[in-house]
């Protein structure tokens, strides 16, 4: 059974860092791409990183001077390197998987950020 599996949320004061983690575990196959997504309640789920199985990355606009995705193949990892973060990046952030012919989804982690 593939799992997802994101830990690296929590609280931080405004200007802070945070590094995001997504362990996939279990089977994938060919792997369209890999990234964070986040989604706060009553909001659309929008784009934060994405990195394809080539190397190319992906990023919203807003975000792109302050967010870095990288991953460890070895270790089945994705990261998202969060820095200056602002009480208006608190939300749930979602690691994603687009395989072939199937989408995975991590069950979210909650990131927070002081005034």
């Known amino acids: 059974q593939v799992q997802l599996v994101e830990s690296g949320g929590g609280l931080v004061q405004a200007g802070g860092s945070l590094r995001l983690s997504c362990v996939a575990s279990?089977?994938?196959?060919?792997?369209?791409?890999m990234g964070w997504y986040r989604q706060a309640p009553g909001k659309q789920r929008e784009l934060v990183a994405a990195?394809?199985?080539?190397?190319?990355?992906n990023y919203e606009e807003s975000m792109k001077s302050r967010f870095t995705i990288t991953r460890d193949n070895d270790k089945n990892t994705v990261y998202v390197q969060m820095g200056s973060l602002q009480p208006e990046d608190t939300t749930v952030y979602y690691c994603?998987?687009?395989?072939?012919?199937?989408?995975?989804w991590g069950q979210g982690t909650q990131v927070a950020v002081s005034s």
């Open positions: 990195l394809t199985s080539g190397g190319t990355t």
């Open positions: 994603r998987i687009h395989a072939y012919d199937v989408t995975y």
């Open positions: 279990g089977r994938i196959f060919s792997i369209l791409d």
